[in-house]
């Protein structure tokens, strides 16, 4: 059974460039949360996705945005990146209904020079 | 919104001594407390959890403990080894629309580092 599965592993990027991160949640999932993880910091709550909708929405600019698919894969776009971007983003995936319990995939290390 | 207070920023323990951890948080709301554990280069993993109807869950070595009402939480590993050195990050979340827990709120992590 897969787990959470990210890609691309490793990116970098310019200043005002564009990016997008892909997610695969694990199998029976279909809900996908998006985290941002600074070095040396704790995961940063971004957005949850459901049913193809963003469901809760954490402190991120509009330049932060995202989307889920039929098959429950979900991407995350940022736009006119900053060099404070430049983290660990991680998608964690859960059943819906009431399960509380989040699994996280291994991350995209993202680099903005 | 939720804050959650993490203590120490690092630990270093002798193998096979106890290690805790403890977390406050602010939010009297949220109801589920869980533990993940990061190693180097790796996505957080679950490593047990706790609800608030809960005050304590163990798990072989692991154990987590609940105080709602001082609002804190703490874990506990016992019989340490070198492979339980990592990054461990509590975090708090609460119910919203639809009965679903959202988004998790977490502290800002303790190096645990095991000497052999």
């Known amino acids: 059974d897969a787990g959470v599965t990210q890609s691309p592993t490793h990116l970098i990027k310019t200043r005002g460039q564009q990016v997008t991160l892909r997610c695969s949640p694990k199998?029976?999932?279909?809900?996908v949360s998006w985290y941002q993880q600074a070095l040396g910091q704790g995961p940063q709550f971004i957005f949850q996705?459901?049913?193809?909708?963003?469901?809760q929405r954490g402190n991120f600019p509009d330049r932060f945005s995202g989307h889920q698919f039929p098959n429950y894969s979900s991407e995350l776009n940022v736009n006119a990146l900053l060099l404070g971007d430049s983290a660990l983003y991680l998608c964690?995936?859960?059943?819906?209904?009431?399960?509380?319990?989040?699994?996280f995939g291994p991350g995209t290390r993202l680099t903005v020079l | 919104g939720e804050n959650v207070e993490q203590h120490p920023s690092t630990l270093s323990v002798q193998e096979g001594d106890s290690a805790v951890i403890k977390c406050t948080y602010s939010?009297?709301?949220?109801?589920?407390f869980p533990w993940y554990k990061q190693e180097l280069g790796k996505g957080p993993q679950l490593i047990i959890d706790?609800?608030?109807?809960?005050g304590e869950k163990k798990d072989q070595r692991i154990a987590v403990t609940l105080n709602k009402t001082a609002k804190h939480f703490s874990l506990h590993i016992t019989e340490t080894q070198p492979e339980d050195s990592a990054v461990y990050f509590c975090?708090?979340?609460?119910?919203?629309?639809?009965?679903?827990?959202?988004?998790?709120?977490f502290g800002k992590g303790t190096l645990l580092t095991v000497n052999p």
């Open positions: 199998s029976g999932h279909d809900t």
């Open positions: 964690a995936s859960k059943p819906g209904g009431s399960t509380d319990t989040q699994y």
């Open positions: 706790i609800r608030s109807n809960v």
């Open positions: 939010d009297s709301a949220s109801n589920y």
């Open positions: 975090a708090a979340s609460m119910r919203g629309r639809g009965g679903s827990n959202y988004k998790l709120t």
């Open positions: 996705y459901y049913e193809e909708e963003e469901r």
